[in-house]
Structure formats: structure tokens, C-alpha cells
């Protein structure tokens, strides 16, 4: 039997899409689909959004690539503006977020070999998602991800997550620690938002053990919770912060920011990335950045996230199938009671593209950042119809 050309590492919907325009997408048979998964929180400025058109298509026609064997004004400037929004001190571009977080903790693990530590080991958490290389594999706390690829590589140490007790417990006992690596909330997982002084408490326990604290805001970035930086949410600066996503609107780059000590770690020869920030991505990501702050985005994403939650929880109420709504601006969950994995292709059916995560119990929602109050209630009106519907008709079902 011959394979297809293309590995089978997806299960795909059975849908292709040929153009988008702001919140929706169009399929090659002409059906259109209120896009509420962004790519995966990729497109926060929507779909052929008309600053990034022009500055990709503008870059294109002038230089694409050099190398960073050499100066790059593009990725400068980025840098600039990154650095600026975050109050860190530099940035390191490679090409996703599995990049940034690997640079994040080769940082980390070159840190730990400065002060001496032989085998500088990191804390993660359980229920984590930071990557699909080895090392951002292993870091991730999902076994069903890392099942088939061990050996897994070594230097990590899981904690429960939002659990300050536990991280306290490992200070105590493993003096091999160097850093902490924690999502502001666990997307892939759900949707899981922590208690409102986790990310305090834990640059406490860094500052008070000289360890760095590493943010993988990768998912949680570039405005999608209501601040640039869902960390600025908590009145912290980390000594690492990794983004991508949404960073480029579709254009491959990822940053890995690091402030103070962690910012003076690498020197040439200590890492590289052959493609990371090159003009093209560069002048993608500023236009990125640039609209997202001048247009207030940020604070457009809490106030829409608002609605949403809000609109799901007054439809949703006394739900039987419905445990929780949750959410922190534009990244939403409806956690279920039961398996509800049907519910991504049944909204498909229905005009609308989403997803469904923590063992098909969570529904898990990402709208663009420029999505219209319409488009919003739209959302909410489709998806709660769709959810009563289902819940009635799993309940009716015969009990075996």
C-alpha cells in the first residue's frame, strides 16, 4: 500500500481552506467559518489583516535573507520594541516556540554551569506543553506526547501545577535547581489559570535561591490575556519569557527575552538559529507588534474575552453537561462533565473552527484579537446551542 506524501502526524478535519478575511475563513468549496482558534492563538491580527499584507509582500520584494552572520536592521528594531513592551534586556529570535524554549533552557542549564552545578536541573510542571524537541519534550508535562520517544532528555524536575508548597518542597531537597519553567496559564492542557499570586510567589522562591524564573508565554503573548504579556498582569519581570505564535500572524519566529543575569549568559558560539529573525519574519513581527499596540489590542482582548465568558456562562447556566466557563481574554474554556471530542466537528458543521483538548472534556476557544462584538456573539450563540443540543442528546443515549 503506498504512504501519502505528507506523514500522518495529524488527525486533519476534513475541510481545506483557500483564503481568510479577518475573523473567517473560506474552503475551496466556497463555505465560510468563523475562525475561533486563530491557528492555534497564531493569528491574533485575523486573516490577511492588511499591515501584515503589506509589510511581508513590501520585505519580500526587497530581502528575504542574509544570515545572522551579519547585522540585521529589521530584527533591531524588533528587538527594540520587544524589549521595550517587556522590560527585558534581549532577545534571542529563532523560528517557533519550541525554539525559544529551547534557548530558554540552554540558558538555564549554562546558568546552573557558571555557579558550579554539574547537572543543573529545571523545575517544570505537571499537565505543562512547551514543545515537541527532545528537550521541550521531555520538559512537557504530558506522557501520552512522550510516550515512544525516551530515552527523554534528563534535567527536569515536576511539580504539580499552581502548587507553591510543592515547589518549596523541591528547593529543600535538590540543590541542583537553577530554574523555574512555568506557563502564566496552561493552554494546551485547557485553559488552567492559576491563583493570582502563583507567578509572585515563585519569583520569591527564585529571587530567594538565585534561581531564574522562565515564563513560556509562547501561547499566552502578544495580547492574547488582556496585557502584552500575561506576566504584566502579576506585577513581576521573569528572567526568561519565550513567545511565538502569535508573534508573526502566521509568520514563523519565535523570541526567547532574558533580563539581568540570564541576559548576559550566551556568547557567540553558545547558540544560533540559521533562519531566526531574518528581514522577512522581522518586518512581519513589527507589523505584528506595532498594531497590536498602537490599536490597543491588548486591552481589546480582555474586554471581548469579557463578553464571551460572560455570554457562555448566562447561556450555558444550569448546564448539567457544563462543569466551568473560564477564561483569561481571548484564550476560553468550557470544561465538560464527559467527553465531548465530537463537538470540534460538529461545530465545523456549524460554521465554526475550534478545538477540543484535556481528554475531549475541554472546548477550548482562541479567537483573533480584531474580532467584531457580532462575531463574538455569534460564537457564543452557535457554540451554547450546540452544547445543549449535544448534552440532550449524550444524556439520551442508552446506558450499557
Known amino acids: 500500500m503506498a504512504l501519502e506524501p505528507v506523514m500522518k502526524t495529524y488527525n486533519r478535519l476534513s475541510v481545506a481552506f483557500e483564503r481568510g478575511e479577518g475573523a473567517w475563513l473560506y474552503d475551496t468549496d466556497g463555505n465560510k467559518y468563523l475562525d475561533a482558534l486563530s491557528g492555534i492563538a497564531v493569528t491574533g491580527l485575523g486573516h490577511a489583516h492588511p499591515a501584515v499584507t503589506h509589510a511581508i509582500s513590501e520585505q519580500a520584494a526587497r530581502l528575504m535573507h542574509t544570515s545572522n552572520l551579519y547585522s540585521i536592521p529589521l530584527q533591531e528594531q524588533l528587538a527594540e520594541r520587544l524589549t521595550r513592551i ?5 532577545v534571542f529570535f529563532g523560528n517557533s516556540g519550541a525554539e525559544a524554549n529551547e534557548a530558554a ?6 546558568y546552573g554551569h557558571e555557579k558550579g552545578i554539574d547537572l543543573p536541573t529545571i523545575i517544570v510542571m505537571e499537565n ?3 514543545g515537541r524537541t527532545m528537550a521541550t519534550l521531555s520538559a512537557t508535562g504530558n506522557r501520552s506526547a512522550q510516550a515512544g520517544f525516551e530515552p527523554l532528555v534528563a534535567g527536569f524536575v515536576r511539580a504539580p501545577y499552581n502548587d ?10 535538590n540543590p541542583n535547581v537553577v530554574a523555574i519553567l512555568v506557563e502564566p496559564i496552561q493552554g494546551e492542557s485547557g485553559v488552567m489559570i ?21 515564563l513560556d508565554e509562547v501561547q499566552t503573548g502578544n495580547g492574547r490575556t488582556g496585557t502584552y504579556f500575561a506576566y504584566q498582569q502579576s506585577g513581576i519581570v521573569p528572567d526568561v519569557v519565550t513567545t511565538a505564535k502569535g508573534l508573526g500572524n502566521g509568520m514563523p519566529i519565535g523570541a526567547c527575552l532574558a533580563s539581568g543575569n540570564a541576559a548576559k549568559v550566551f556568547v557567540p558560539g553558545n547558540h544560533g538559529s540559521t533562519f531566526g529573525g531574518n528581514p522577512l519574519a522581522s518586518a512581519a513581527a513589527l507589523a505584528v507588534v506595532d498594531t497590536i499596540c498602537n490599536e490597543g489590542l491588548a486591552e481589546r482582548a480582555k474586554e471581548l474575552g469579557e463578553r464571551i465568558v460572560n455570554g457562555f456562562r448566562d447561556q450555558l447556566s444550569g448546564a448539567e453537561y457544563v462543569k466551568e466557563v473560564r477564561g483569561r481574554g481571548l484564550m476560553i474554556a468550557i470544561e465538560l462533565t464527559e467527553a465531548g471530542t465530537e463537538l470540534a466537528v460538529l461545530a465545523k458543521v456549524k460554521g465554526v473552527l475550534l478545538n477540543v483538548t484535556g481528554g475531549g472534556k475541554i472546548v477550548r476557544m482562541l ?13 457564543v450563540n452557535t457554540i451554547s446551542k450546540l452544547i445543549k443540543i449535544y448534552s440532550a442528546d449524550d444524556r439520551a443515549k442508552p446506558r450499557v
Open 86 to 90: 517587556s522590560g527585558m534586556d534581549n
Open 105 to 110: 533552557i540552554k540558558i538555564a542549564r549554562r
Open 128 to 130: 505543562s506543553f512547551h
Open 164 to 173: 507553591v508548597d510543592a515547589i518549596r518542597t523541591i528547593a529543600a531537597n
Open 194 to 214: 492559576p491563583a493570582d499570586d502563583y507567578l509572585p510567589q515563585l519569583r520569591d522562591i527564585c529571587d530567594e535561591h538565585d534561581w531564574l524564573l522562565m
Open 367 to 379: 479567537p483573533p484579537l480584531i474580532m467584531s462584538d457580532t462575531e463574538a456573539d455569534l460564537l
